[in-house]
C-alpha cells in the first residue's frame, strides 16, 4: 500500500522539473535584461550622437554669421580674404573651418554661352568636335541653345544612345545632373566640375577666375576685353560661397542656402553692386 505523502522518486521528479521551471525563467528573465540593456545602451549613443549634432549645428551657424558679418566690415583691411586659406574659428567647444570664395569667378552651364562651354571643354583636354557636341548638347538640356532643334529630334539622339530619357530643356538644380547629357562622360564631368557653379553671372568675373577658366574666357575675347568684361556692371551680384566644416558632428550632411539683398551690403568700394548673394555651404563635418 503506498504512503500517503508518496514515494521519494516522485517527489524527485516533481523538484527538478519546478527546478528547470526555475531555469528557464531565470534563462528568459536574463534575455529580457539584456535586450532592454541593450536597447537602453543603443538609446543613449542615438540621444548623444543628437545633441552633438545639435551642438555642431549651432558653432556652423555662428560660424557662418560670423563670416557674414566679417564681408559687412566697412574697413576693407578687417575684411577676410575671398578665394583664400581656411580660418579655425572656435565656437563654444566646437572647432569650425571657414572658407569664402568667389563663386562669380565659375562659369554658370545654365547661362553661359555655348561658346564659353565649348572654350572651358577645350581648356580641359576635350578635343574641338567633342567641345562643340557636348557644349551644344548641355545648351539643350538647361533649354539655352541659340538654336535649339526639335523636341523630337533631340529625344532621337538620346533613344539612338540607348537612353530612356531626353533633354528637359530647363535650368540644370545640381551640377551632377550634367552627367545625364548625352556625350558627358564621368571623366569629363569631374574636370570641369571644379569650374561650375550654378549661381555665378552669365560671364565669369575675371580677376577672380581660375587659370583654367581664364583660359577659357581668352578663347572667346581678347585679353583686353578679358580685363573689364562687358557684363560685370554695376547690376551684377557679388556671390560668395561660405564652406563651414564643424568638429563633433555625427552624421555628415551638406545644406545650401542663397541669400540676396535688395540694398548693397558689400562695401562698394569692393565692388560697386545693386545687389549681393551669399552662397552658405554647410559640408564636410570633421568627425
Do not use: C
Amino acid at each position: 500500500m503506498a504512503k500517503p505523502g508518496g514515494s521519494p522518486t516522485a517527489h524527485r521528479r516533481a523538484n527538478g522539473f519546478a527546478l528547470i521551471i526555475v531555469l528557464w525563467t531565470l534563462v528568459l528573465i536574463s534575455f529580457i535584461v539584456a535586450h532592454l540593456t541593450a536597447n537602453g545602451r543603443t538609446e543613449t549613443r542615438i540621444a548623444g550622437n543628437l545633441v552633438a549634432d545639435a551642438v555642431a549645428e549651432a558653432a556652423d551657424d555662428g560660424a557662418i554669421f560670423a563670416a557674414i558679418f566679417n564681408l559687412l566690415d566697412p574697413n576693407p583691411e578687417r575684411r577676410w580674404q575671398l578665394d583664400g586659406p581656411a580660418r579655425e574659428l572656435t565656437i563654444g567647444n566646437s572647432r569650425v573651418m571657414v572658407q569664402l570664395q568667389d563663386e562669380a569667378g565659375r562659369i554658370n552651364p545654365n547661362s553661359a554661352s555655348p561658346e564659353l562651354l565649348e572654350a572651358l571643354l577645350r581648356a580641359t583636354g576635350s578635343d574641338a568636335e567633342s567641345a562643340r557636341r557636348l557644349a551644344t548638347s548641355i545648351g539643350e538640356w538647361v533649354g539655352s541653345a541659340p538654336a535649339a532643334r526639335q523636341q523630337n529630334a533631340q529625344l532621337a539622339d538620346y533613344r539612338a544612345a540607348g537612353l530612356d530619357y531626353g533633354p528637359p530643356g530647363a535650368p540644370l538644380e545640381t551640377v551632377d545632373e550634367l552627367g545625364r547629357v548625352l556625350g558627358m562622360t564621368p571623366a569629363v564631368l569631374n574636370t570641369i566640375r571644379p569650374h561650375l557653379t550654378l549661381f555665378g553671372p552669365p560671364e565669369p568675373n575675371s580677376p577672380s577666375a581660375d587659370p583654367v577658366v581664364m583660359a577659357a574666357l581668352s578663347r572667346i575675347a581678347p585679353v583686353s576685353q578679358i580685363a573689364a568684361p562687358r557684363n560685370q556692371t554695376s547690376q551684377n551680384p557679388l556671390i560668395v560661397r561660405i564652406t563651414a566644416a564643424a568638429s563633433g558632428r555625427a552624421m555628415p550632411a551638406s545644406h545650401a542656402w542663397l541669400l540676396s539683398a535688395s540694398e548693397p551690403p558689400y562695401p562698394a568700394d569692393t565692388r560697386s553692386s545693386l545687389g549681393a548673394a551669399v552662397l552658405i555651404e554647410v559640408s564636410g563635418f570633421i568627425g
